[in-house]
Protein backbone atom coordinates (compact mmCIF):
# COMPACT_ATOMS: atom_id res chain seq x y z
CA UNK A 1 0.00 0.00 0.00
CA UNK A 2 1.56 3.63 -0.85
CA UNK A 3 0.57 6.10 1.37
CA UNK A 4 0.14 9.56 -0.10
CA UNK A 5 1.01 12.35 2.71
CA UNK A 6 0.84 15.69 2.77
CA UNK A 7 1.41 18.27 5.52
CA UNK A 8 -0.41 21.86 6.09
CA UNK A 9 1.96 24.38 7.87
CA UNK A 10 -1.34 26.88 9.33
CA UNK A 11 -5.31 26.07 9.83
CA UNK A 12 -5.52 29.09 7.63
CA UNK A 13 -4.22 26.96 4.67
CA UNK A 14 -6.61 24.05 5.01
CA UNK A 15 -9.21 25.49 2.82
CA UNK A 16 -7.07 24.95 0.12
CA UNK A 17 -6.81 21.30 0.59
CA UNK A 18 -9.03 18.70 -0.02
CA UNK A 19 -9.68 16.57 3.31
CA UNK A 20 -12.82 14.32 1.70
CA UNK A 21 -11.89 10.97 2.45
CA UNK A 22 -8.03 11.50 4.03
CA UNK A 23 -7.27 10.86 7.51
CA UNK A 24 -6.37 14.25 8.79
CA UNK A 25 -3.60 14.10 12.21
CA UNK A 26 -3.96 17.31 13.90
CA UNK A 27 -0.85 18.39 16.17
CA UNK A 28 -0.15 21.44 18.60
CA UNK A 29 2.61 19.74 19.84
CA UNK A 30 3.14 23.21 22.36
CA UNK A 31 0.59 22.18 23.83
CA UNK A 32 -3.04 21.84 22.81
CA UNK A 33 -2.68 18.15 21.49
CA UNK A 34 -0.37 16.88 23.99
CA UNK A 35 -2.81 18.17 26.75
CA UNK A 36 -5.47 16.35 24.14
CA UNK A 37 -3.36 13.13 24.66
CA UNK A 38 -2.80 12.94 28.24
CA UNK A 39 -6.37 13.50 29.20
CA UNK A 40 -7.66 10.67 27.41
CA UNK A 41 -4.93 8.48 28.38
CA UNK A 42 -6.12 9.55 31.90
CA UNK A 43 -9.47 8.38 31.45
CA UNK A 44 -11.18 11.76 30.62
CA UNK A 45 -14.69 10.97 28.62
CA UNK A 46 -14.54 12.82 26.21
CA UNK A 47 -12.92 16.60 25.47
CA UNK A 48 -15.12 19.19 22.98
CA UNK A 49 -12.74 21.47 21.40
CA UNK A 50 -14.58 25.28 20.94
CA UNK A 51 -13.27 28.16 19.68
CA UNK A 52 -13.63 31.03 22.31
CA UNK A 53 -14.09 30.92 26.10
CA UNK A 54 -17.94 31.97 25.84
CA UNK A 55 -18.56 28.87 23.57
CA UNK A 56 -16.62 27.42 26.24
CA UNK A 57 -18.75 28.77 29.21
CA UNK A 58 -21.94 28.06 27.89
CA UNK A 59 -21.29 24.56 26.75
CA UNK A 60 -20.53 23.58 29.85
CA UNK A 61 -23.48 25.32 31.50
CA UNK A 62 -25.68 23.30 28.90
CA UNK A 63 -24.23 19.33 30.37
CA UNK A 64 -23.27 18.65 33.75
CA UNK A 65 -20.17 17.61 35.45
CA UNK A 66 -18.00 19.35 33.51
CA UNK A 67 -14.46 20.95 33.50
CA UNK A 68 -13.95 23.67 31.70
CA UNK A 69 -9.96 23.88 30.35
CA UNK A 70 -7.09 25.89 28.51
CA UNK A 71 -5.59 29.26 27.61
CA UNK A 72 -4.95 32.66 25.96
CA UNK A 73 -1.55 34.03 25.86
CA UNK A 74 -0.43 30.56 27.41
CA UNK A 75 -2.26 31.68 30.88
CA UNK A 76 -5.47 29.71 32.29
CA UNK A 77 -8.35 31.77 31.27
CA UNK A 78 -10.03 33.04 34.21
CA UNK A 79 -13.38 31.08 35.07
CA UNK A 80 -11.59 27.67 34.50
CA UNK A 81 -10.96 24.85 35.86
CA UNK A 82 -8.05 23.87 34.46
CA UNK A 83 -5.16 25.56 32.29
CA UNK A 84 -3.52 24.09 28.70
CA UNK A 85 -0.20 22.62 30.67
CA UNK A 86 -0.46 18.61 30.31
CA UNK A 87 0.61 18.21 33.54
CA UNK A 88 -2.57 19.52 35.12
CA UNK A 89 -4.75 16.91 33.29
CA UNK A 90 -3.64 14.14 35.81
CA UNK A 91 -5.77 11.22 36.35
CA UNK A 92 -7.37 12.20 39.52
CA UNK A 93 -8.88 15.28 37.94
CA UNK A 94 -9.80 14.08 34.64
CA UNK A 95 -10.83 10.28 35.05
CA UNK A 96 -14.10 9.96 33.77
CA UNK A 97 -14.99 13.94 32.78
CA UNK A 98 -16.37 15.85 30.16
CA UNK A 99 -14.02 18.00 28.85
CA UNK A 100 -14.77 21.29 27.23
CA UNK A 101 -11.39 23.21 25.92
CA UNK A 102 -10.07 26.20 23.96
CA UNK A 103 -7.19 26.71 22.90
CA UNK A 104 -5.18 29.63 20.57
CA UNK A 105 -4.56 27.88 17.98
CA UNK A 106 -4.92 23.94 18.54
CA UNK A 107 -9.08 23.75 18.84
CA UNK A 108 -9.67 25.54 15.94
CA UNK A 109 -7.37 23.48 13.74
CA UNK A 110 -9.25 20.55 15.06
CA UNK A 111 -12.59 22.47 14.37
CA UNK A 112 -11.69 22.90 10.63
CA UNK A 113 -10.93 19.67 9.97
CA UNK A 114 -14.41 18.71 10.12
CA UNK A 115 -14.92 17.20 6.09
CA UNK A 116 -11.85 14.80 6.75
CA UNK A 117 -12.87 11.27 6.69
CA UNK A 118 -11.40 10.90 10.25
CA UNK A 119 -9.09 13.13 12.72
CA UNK A 120 -6.79 12.52 14.98
CA UNK A 121 -4.55 13.78 17.61
CA UNK A 122 -1.05 13.75 17.31
CA UNK A 123 1.60 14.43 19.99
CA UNK A 124 5.51 13.34 20.26
CA UNK A 125 3.88 11.41 23.48
CA UNK A 126 1.94 9.29 21.10
CA UNK A 127 3.39 9.32 17.82
CA UNK A 128 4.49 5.40 17.68
CA UNK A 129 1.24 5.02 18.14
CA UNK A 130 -0.32 7.56 15.51
CA UNK A 131 2.29 6.02 12.95
CA UNK A 132 0.96 2.20 13.95
CA UNK A 133 -2.21 3.42 12.86
CA UNK A 134 -1.63 4.83 9.90
CA UNK A 135 0.48 2.41 8.66
CA UNK A 136 -2.61 0.29 9.58
CA UNK A 137 -4.97 0.83 7.41
CA UNK A 138 -4.48 4.52 5.61
CA UNK A 139 -3.78 5.82 2.77
CA UNK A 140 -4.36 9.84 2.12
CA UNK A 141 -2.83 11.56 5.43
CA UNK A 142 -2.76 15.15 5.82
CA UNK A 143 -0.75 16.26 9.28
CA UNK A 144 -2.92 19.84 9.90
CA UNK A 145 -0.25 21.54 12.06
CA UNK A 146 -1.91 24.66 14.21
CA UNK A 147 1.06 27.08 13.92
CA UNK A 148 0.98 29.80 15.68
CA UNK A 149 -2.04 32.49 14.72
CA UNK A 150 -2.06 31.55 11.68
CA UNK A 151 2.04 31.07 10.59
CA UNK A 152 4.23 28.46 10.83
CA UNK A 153 5.35 26.55 13.65
CA UNK A 154 8.28 24.75 14.44
CA UNK A 155 7.93 22.45 16.43
CA UNK A 156 4.14 21.12 14.61
CA UNK A 157 6.14 20.75 11.60
CA UNK A 158 8.91 18.91 12.95
CA UNK A 159 6.33 16.03 13.97
CA UNK A 160 4.81 15.74 11.11
CA UNK A 161 8.29 15.32 9.75
CA UNK A 162 8.48 12.55 12.26
CA UNK A 163 5.79 10.62 11.50
CA UNK A 164 6.60 10.84 7.89
CA UNK A 165 9.94 9.82 8.18
CA UNK A 166 8.51 7.12 9.92
CA UNK A 167 6.15 5.87 7.09
CA UNK A 168 8.26 6.58 4.44
CA UNK A 169 10.90 4.29 5.74
CA UNK A 170 10.78 0.33 6.96
CA UNK A 171 9.49 -1.11 3.79
CA UNK A 172 6.90 1.32 3.63
CA UNK A 173 6.71 3.67 0.38
CA UNK A 174 5.19 6.87 0.61
CA UNK A 175 4.16 9.24 -2.12
CA UNK A 176 5.63 12.94 -0.31
CA UNK A 177 4.11 16.45 -1.04
CA UNK A 178 7.14 19.27 -1.45
CA UNK A 179 5.34 20.03 2.21
CA UNK A 180 5.86 16.79 3.40
CA UNK A 181 9.27 16.18 2.31
CA UNK A 182 10.24 20.00 3.86
CA UNK A 183 9.05 18.58 7.27
CA UNK A 184 10.75 15.29 7.00
CA UNK A 185 14.03 17.03 6.18
CA UNK A 186 13.20 19.41 9.04
CA UNK A 187 12.35 16.70 11.60
CA UNK A 188 16.29 14.39 10.33
CA UNK A 189 17.89 18.41 11.32
CA UNK A 190 16.65 17.75 14.44
CA UNK A 191 16.18 14.25 15.43
CA UNK A 192 18.80 13.92 17.72
CA UNK A 193 17.42 16.48 19.79
CA UNK A 194 13.63 17.40 20.34
CA UNK A 195 14.11 19.15 23.55
CA UNK A 196 16.37 21.16 22.61
CA UNK A 197 14.19 22.27 19.39
CA UNK A 198 11.49 23.03 21.89
CA UNK A 199 13.49 24.86 24.25
CA UNK A 200 14.29 27.13 21.08
CA UNK A 201 11.19 27.75 19.20
CA UNK A 202 9.50 30.96 19.67
CA UNK A 203 6.46 29.66 21.77
CA UNK A 204 8.84 27.19 23.69
CA UNK A 205 10.81 30.38 24.72
CA UNK A 206 7.61 32.00 25.14
CA UNK A 207 5.96 29.67 27.35
CA UNK A 208 9.55 29.53 29.51
CA UNK A 209 8.83 32.68 29.74
CA UNK A 210 5.92 32.90 31.61
CA UNK A 211 7.12 30.13 33.91
CA UNK A 212 6.21 26.90 31.92
CA UNK A 213 9.55 25.88 30.55
CA UNK A 214 8.44 22.50 32.58
CA UNK A 215 5.62 21.89 30.33
CA UNK A 216 8.17 21.88 27.23
CA UNK A 217 9.93 19.57 28.38
CA UNK A 218 7.24 17.54 28.87
CA UNK A 219 5.92 18.02 25.58
CA UNK A 220 8.82 16.81 24.33
CA UNK A 221 8.32 13.11 25.99
CA UNK A 222 8.58 10.51 23.06
CA UNK A 223 6.01 7.30 23.22
CA UNK A 224 4.84 7.97 26.79
CA UNK A 225 1.47 6.52 25.68
CA UNK A 226 -0.13 4.30 23.19
CA UNK A 227 -3.37 5.29 23.02
CA UNK A 228 -4.36 7.69 19.49
CA UNK A 229 -7.33 9.94 20.35
CA UNK A 230 -9.57 10.90 17.77
CA UNK A 231 -12.76 13.41 17.00
CA UNK A 232 -15.97 11.83 16.48
CA UNK A 233 -18.75 14.17 15.50
CA UNK A 234 -16.50 17.30 17.05
CA UNK A 235 -15.73 14.87 20.57
CA UNK A 236 -11.99 13.87 20.67
CA UNK A 237 -12.32 10.53 22.76
CA UNK A 238 -10.19 7.57 23.03
CA UNK A 239 -10.05 5.51 19.26
CA UNK A 240 -7.73 2.35 19.62
C1 LIG B 1 -2.14 26.69 21.03
O1 LIG B 1 -3.35 26.52 20.92
O2 LIG B 1 -1.43 27.18 20.18
C2 LIG B 1 -1.45 26.28 22.27
O3 LIG B 1 -2.20 25.34 22.86
C3 LIG B 1 -1.14 27.48 23.09
C4 LIG B 1 -0.61 27.12 24.47
O4 LIG B 1 -1.02 26.13 25.05
O5 LIG B 1 0.24 27.87 24.97
Given at each position: ?22 TVVVTDIL ?134 DALSTGGM ?68
Amino acid sequence: MCLSIDVVFTPDLLPFSNLAGKTVVVTDILRATTTITVAIANGAQHITPVLTPDDAFCLAASQSDTLIGGERHGVKVDGFQLGNSPREYTRDIVSGRQIVLTTTNGTRTLQACGTAKQVLVGSFLNLQAVVNLLAKDTEDVVFACAGREGGFCMEDTVFAGACVDALSTGGMTANLTDAAEAARLLYREHSNNLTGMLQNCYHGRYLASIGLAADVEFCAQLNLVDIVPRQIKGQVKLSN
